[in-house]
């Protein structure tokens, strides 16, 4: 039986409703499967792609200008990744997220390397004044974005996720965002209606393969399709999902070569009574242990040109 989560603000209190509401929303995504419009960068579209099949979504690729806004209209959700920021993936972002927003259409913005180079963080600015459902990023890049600090070593975060905690609190109080995931070794995800609420789950094997973060964010968006009213719980489960499938996927990888495909296949297979079973989220104040094996969905210290 799952008791009542507690409400936010119970410091460190255990929160076994988040397994429950998840496992939920998982059933209603795979029955559902919503069609989440991706803009991303190159190095991850194909990863990006196979995630949202395995976990029962549908993705669409569509980053060129004239195609990009009405899709949006049509699409169930839209990512917007700032990875690869060209000419036309950066018109066609601003393009999709104003009718997006014109739509309803919930939108996801992954600011990927922001504060450190300057034409994705003009981009990001941008993009946050059209205030996204969900904010999601490492540590160091939602600091920058949201003015709190100058950024990372490029898509690498300098920073720890409760040093973003204060700083997505304002912005989501603030009503500058729906909602704020900072992934880490235990991602923090911060929201008005659901408060400070800390995933645990994951493995540092996420970190060692090419989008084990940018994927997260198209996870995020499928689960915002469901649930387009309330950010902050599609922010949780995303995570949530996304990191036990990658405990799970850990338990039999001999490394990151086999841990990616194991990944989908978990993903894939993943049932209501894994997520309750494995889920382990705590509300507000305290982290929670991270066990033997911690989490983390923030990039690691992986050359440019293959990080997520």
């Known amino acids: 039986m799952h008791t009542a989560a507690p409400a936010p603000g119970s410091a460190g209190a255990p929160s076994p409703d988040w397994a429950a509401r998840t496992a939920t929303l998982l059933e209603e995504v795979r029955a559902r499967s919503p069609l989440v419009q991706c803009i991303t960068n190159t190095v991850v579209q194909n990863v990006t792609a196979n995630v949202l099949l395995a976990l029962g979504a549908s993705a669409a690729m569509v980053d060129v200008t ?48 922001v504060g450190s180079l300057p034409v994705r963080t003009a981009l990001a600015h941008e993009l946050l004044a059209l205030r996204p459902s969900v904010l999601r990023g490492n540590a160091s890049e939602v600091l920058a974005l949201l003015g709190a600090a100058d950024g990372g070593r490029g898509v690498d975060s300098t920073a720890g996720t409760d040093e973003a905690r204060e700083a997505a609190l304002r912005a989501s109080d603030g009503r500058l965002v729906g909602a704020v995931a900072v992934s880490g070794p235990v991602d923090l995800l911060v929201a008005p209606d659901t408060g ?28 915002a399709a469901v649930v387009p009213e309330d950010p902050g719980t599609a922010a949780v489960a995303g995570t949530l999902v996304h990191t036990v499938a990658a405990e799970l996927a850990a338990r039999d990888a001999g490394g990151p070569g086999t841990f990616q495909p194991l990944f989908l296949d978990r993903l894939a297979v993943l049932t209501p009574e894994d997520v309750v079973r494995l889920a382990r989220v705590t509300t507000d104040a305290t982290p929670p242990s991270t066990g033997p094996e911690p989490a983390s969905t923030a990039r690691a210290a992986l050359p440019a040109a293959v990080r997520p």
């Open 66 to 113: 004239t195609e990009a806004g009405p899709f949006a209209r049509v699409a169930d959700a839209l990512l917007v990744n700032t990875g690869t920021p060209h000419p036309e993936p950066r018109a066609a972002s601003v393009e999709a997220v104003t009718a997006a927003v014109d739509a309803g259409t919930p939108w996801v913005l992954d600011p990927v390397a």
């Open 196 to 223: 400070v609420v800390r995933v645990a789950n994951g493995t540092p094997l996420l970190t060692r393969i090419t989008g084990g973060g940018c994927a997260l964010g198209a996870v995020i968006a499928a689960f």
